[in-house]
């Protein structure tokens, strides 16, 4: 497909924002809605995004969008979602935090917390929790996956079955209106699946744009899950789901 100017444009503004809305990309183009809707029409049908009520979002497909590109998405909400999960997590605690730039949020809020005990499979929240001379931090080793820093395979799901801990810090690629949440490699998923059992109290940090992407594979239910944490109310589906399960929904100011 030969994109327009203002195709590419859009298509960045997805890429940076997670979705894009019609009347926005109309005030931003000072164009129409119709031409901004076939816009999207176009970029859809060419498989390089998805429509979702009142706009479109990034393509998930069966591959995870670059781990740069997702660290930027959404920064200063992951920051603000990453501070209120960690002022549930008490000093002298144990915790799991497995891969992703969410639970790295996290990471950076728990950085005064004292005398903590963290098992991660995510050398990047490793490494940031090392400046927290208090805090004694567990590599659960395996098999390197270079495009993220995240650790996987048998040898980090036999590690983390290691442990019993108080608390769960856990990401997802995607969310959906039946309340599961989904990820896209298999052998990740299995250590996620791995850290939710070994942990007494389950935490789910994700922002907005998981509401909307798609993935794969199954990680676990929100029914799993104690507090989700994130930067607006998920769809009222997901909502009713969570009232019946008991899960707490903590959105941010």
Not at 65 to 80: M, P, S, V
Request: proline fraction near 2%; charge should be negative.
């Amino acid at each position: 497909m030969a994109q327009n100017f203002r195709q590419s444009e859009i298509l960045k503004l997805a890429r940076d924002q997670g979705k894009v809305v019609v009347e926005d990309l109309a005030g931003h183009f000072a164009v129409t809605l119709q031409t901004i809707r076939r816009d999207l029409t176009e970029l859809c049908d060419a498989g390089q995004m998805t429509r979702v009520y009142g706009g479109a979002i990034m393509s998930s497909g069966v591959v995870n969008i670059g781990y740069e590109e997702r660290r930027a998405l959404n920064a200063d909400e992951k920051d603000r979602i990453g501070r209120l999960c960690a002022e549930m997590i008490p000093h002298e605690a144990s915790l799991f935090l497995n891969i992703g730039t969410s639970t790295e949020a996290v990471a950076r809020a728990l950085l005064g917390h004292r005398n903590l005990l963290v098992v991660t499979n995510n050398l990047n929240v490793a490494n940031i929790l090392a400046a927290n001379q208090s805090a004694e931090v567990i590599v659960a080793g395996g098999v390197l996956r270079r495009a993220d820093a995240g650790l996987v395979g048998d040898v980090t799901l036999d590690m983390v079955r290691h442990f019993k801990v108080d608390y769960a810090v856990i990401g997802t690629s995607g969310l959906d209106e039946e309340g599961d949440l989904l990820d896209f490699d298999f052998r990740e998923v299995r250590v996620s699946q791995a850290i939710i059992k070994q942990a007494r109290r389950t935490f789910l940090v994700a922002d907005r744009s998981k509401f909307h992407r798609s993935a794969p594979v199954r990680i676990a239910s929100l029914a799993e899950v104690d507090v989700f944490f994130t930067d607006a109310a998920p769809p009222e589906p997901v909502q009713a789901l969570c009232r019946g399960w008991g899960t707490e929904i903590a959105v941010v100011g």
